[in-house]
């Protein structure tokens, strides 16, 4: 079992930035990867952002590459999330993932509100 809390949402104007944190109760190094999605209202849940655990490789959305960037703290086991020059279109609930021998765990999520 992994334990995963989120942090960081709010609201924010378009063209500011928020940092988003997972917190994992295991070691990220046991962890296959980690990654946030995000889901709007009326839309389906996406993937915004992965690391992988084993060498530290990074895959993005292409409607945030470029503004988001995803990162982990190791000793912290925590995986952050910068999003930089939002737009309105990034508001939705922001959900941290991680892979741990083959199952996916979820956070309860997080909400972000970009104001136009």
């Known amino acids: 079992q992994v334990q995963l809390v989120e942090s960081g949402g709010g609201l924010v104007q378009a063209g500011g930035s928020l940092r988003l944190s997972c917190a994992a109760s295991e070691s990220i190094f046991s962890i296959s990867s980690m990654g946030w999605y995000r889901q709007a209202p009326g839309k389906q849940r996406e993937l915004v952002a992965l690391?992988?655990?084993?060498?530290?490789?990074?895959h993005y959305a292409d409607s945030v590459m470029g503004r988001f960037t995803i990162s982990r703290d190791n000793a912290k086991n925590t995986v952050h999330l910068q999003m930089n020059s939002l737009k309105p279109e990034d508001t939705a609930v922001y959900y941290c993932n991680a892979i741990f021998y083959f199952k996916d765990y979820w956070g309860k999520g997080t909400l972000v509100t970009v104001s136009s």
């Open positions: 690391i992988i655990s084993n060498g530290g490789s990074t």
